[in-house]
């Protein structure tokens, strides 16, 4: 359980602690649209090479860390949330995006949050491992305005989190999956997701015995 305050109000959810106030809202949002038990949130799974396949998780660095996602009888649904205000200048063929604000004085260029999903839809494809359509969310914050939108790939959206309802609600009538279809892929992600403190306690493990073998040699 953490707490959170949101528009002022101090409200305690069952999501991780590490949350972003932008992601708390985002969930917030997904639960008036979807069931609370269809979404997922602070999701780590194995990176999936595109050459060698999943990697073998050793470090954080072998896995990818999903904001939020949801599981629907409309499709999967990969959230990434970017809590950035100002204008925003985003192209889906571009490697970089741009963030503008302070009345056009401060410009920042920022990695594609597109790019950075097409790992994530990568794992989770890997991980419920059947073909349902998977829609890939970039979800900006309510202080953000889009000022150009280009090129995003098919099955890609991009849209402030004052868009997200009206959005969502929209994709989620069309239906694709029965309740058995999503509680089997909701029990996939749920075997596929893997806890990155343990990772962590593993990793420091390693080190440790590996500079005891190292003192004792």
């Not at 090479?49 to 896995?63: E, F, H, I, Y």
Request: proline share 4%; with cysteine; aromatic share 8%.
């Amino acid at each position: 359980m953490a707490e959170y305050k949101i528009r002022g109000t101090k409200v305690v959810t069952p999501y991780p602690a590490q949350l972003t106030p932008g992601e708390v809202r985002l969930i917030f949002g997904l639960e008036k649209i979807f069931l609370a038990e269809r979404i997922f949130a602070d999701c780590y799974f194995p990176k999936v090479d595109p050459k060698l396949g999943v990697r073998r998780v050793v470090t954080k660095a072998d896995l990818v860390q999903i904001d939020c996602m949801v599981v629907d009888d409309s499709g999967v649904y990969v959230f990434e949330s970017k809590d950035y205000i100002g204008w925003i200048y985003a192209h889906g063929k571009r490697v970089h995006w741009t963030q503008v604000s302070g009345y056009g004085k401060n410009k920042h260029q920022f990695y594609s949050p597109v790019r950075q999903n097409e790992s994530h839809i990568a794992a989770v494809r890997t991980v419920i491992g059947k073909e349902v359509p998977i829609y890939s969310v970039v979800v900006f914050g309510r202080e953000a305005t889009l000022k150009v939108v280009e090129d995003l790939p098919e099955e890609c959206i991009v849209c402030t989190q004052a868009e997200i309802r009206n959005i969502t609600s929209r994709m989620s009538q069309e239906k694709c999956l029965d309740t058995a279809q999503v509680e089997e892929l909701r029990q996939a992600v749920r075997r596929g997701l893997v806890n990155p403190d343990g990772v962590v306690r593993t990793e420091h493990i390693e080190e440790v015995q590996e500079i005891a073998g190292e003192g004792g040699n």
